[in-house]
């Protein structure tokens, strides 16, 4: 089956940030004078929102009445993030490149806001033909009915459409589960589900070539 469209996943697929997602919180909860969040029960609380204009819903879950307000640190978080965040080497170029041939989208966990925002730090609010962000949906990855919002948007099949992520399960498994192709984006082994994987350095200079290989199949 050709490909005809190409969507990928936004953290830690096509950019990281420059510090650890630990250190980011307790600069964000350290700047507003909230208390220190664990990492682990910060994405607890992340999961159970994932369709959310704002990550305030988050917080609101892990802070208490008299703490600083959700929002104030949702902002801070949000902040934080964008100060820190870098794209992977080549990224503009490989969607520019890619977008010769198949419509290229964006799919990416989180709320609205805290993603788009991601995109206006790395300056890349019109470098994809279509961008899905789960908080606009009734739900996030791994959930079928999100990669078929994306599929939706670029007006394409399932079979002719390549995911590129980097999670194991939310991204690859929840993928292939939806009937689209995968590649995995991996610093160490793939998983059996995906069709195919690039270390997270070579993505610009491999994925090109890689997705011309399943149109040979």
């Known amino acids: 089956m050709p490909v005809s469209a190409v969507a990928?996943?936004?953290?830690?697929?096509?950019?990281?940030?420059?510090?650890?997602?630990?250190?980011?919180?307790?600069?964000?909860?350290?700047?507003?004078?909230?208390?220190?969040?664990?990492?682990e029960t910060y994405l607890d609380a992340h999961r159970r929102n994932l369709t959310s204009e704002t990550r305030e819903a988050i917080f609101?879950?892990?802070?208490?009445?008299?703490?600083?307000?959700?929002?104030?640190?949702?902002?801070?978080?949000?902040?934080?993030?964008?100060?820190?965040?870098?794209?992977?080497?080549?990224?503009?170029?490989?969607?520019?490149?890619?977008?010769?041939?198949?419509?290229?989208?964006?799919?990416?966990?989180?709320?609205?806001?805290?993603?788009?925002?991601?995109?206006?730090?790395?300056?890349?609010?019109?470098?994809?033909?279509?961008?899905?962000v789960t908080g606009s949906l009734d739900a996030g990855k791994p959930d079928e009915r999100a990669f078929r919002s994306v599929t939706d948007e670029l007006s394409t099949r399932a079979d002719e459409t390549v995911y590129v992520g980097d999670h194991p399960d939310i991204d690859i498994a929840g993928a292939h589960a939806a009937g689209l192709r995968t590649v995995h984006v991996t610093d160490g082994e793939p998983i059996a589900e995906a069709d195919g994987a690039v270390e997270r350095g070579a993505l610009a200079a491999q994925l090109p070539g890689l997705i011309e290989s399943f149109c040979r199949d």
């Open 8 to 39: 990928f996943d936004l953290d830690y697929t096509l950019a990281v940030p420059e510090r650890d997602r630990q250190t980011l919180l307790d600069e964000a909860t350290a700047a507003v004078g909230a208390p220190r969040l664990s990492r």
């Open 60 to 132: 609101a879950e892990l802070l208490d009445e008299d703490d600083p307000s959700p929002a104030a640190l949702a902002d801070a978080y949000r902040e934080a993030i964008g100060d820190a965040l870098v794209p992977v080497d080549g990224v503009e170029t490989l969607v520019a490149d890619l977008q010769e041939s198949y419509r290229v989208g964006l799919l990416t966990d989180g709320p609205v806001r805290a993603q788009r925002s991601k995109l206006d730090a790395l300056g890349w609010t019109e470098l994809f033909d279509v961008v899905v």
